[in-house]
């Protein structure tokens, strides 16, 4: 059984920053990429960061800059660094891994960024 398990997601005001973590259980972790996406009503899911095993980053154009994923191999946990953050960054957050032929994804987390 894969798992991902997101937290840290919450109420913050334009210019604050979050942390959210994603646990990830029934995968060999180190091996596998990570992703952040994202998702608001009425829009398409989005890619905002992953890293790769090596640890090798990329970014949404929109968020470069700004965010800053990471991972800790020994917690099987990658972490989502989020600074300056906008109204456009509120959506739900989301973990997600593809070890083989299948996506997995978490429940999600909501961040809600507000004036």
């Known amino acids: 059984q894969v798992q991902l398990v997101e937290s840290g997601g919450e109420l913050v005001q334009v210019g604050g920053s979050l942390r959210l973590s994603c646990a990830a259980s029934?995968?060999?972790?180190?091996?596998?990429?990570m992703n952040w996406y994202r998702q608001a009503p009425g829009k398409q899911r989005e890619l905002v960061a992953g890293i790769t095993a090596s640890g090798s980053t990329n970014y949404a154009d929109s968020v470069k800059g700004r965010f800053t994923i990471s991972r800790d191999n020994d917690k099987n946990t990658v972490y989502l660094q989020m600074n300056s953050l906008k109204p456009e960054d509120t959506a739900v957050y989301l973990c997600?891994?593809?070890?083989?032929?299948?996506?997995?994804w978490g429940q999600g987390t909501q961040v809600t960024v507000s004036s």
């Open positions: 997600h891994v593809r070890p083989t032929d299948h996506d997995f």
């Open positions: 029934g995968i060999i972790f180190h091996v596998n990429a």
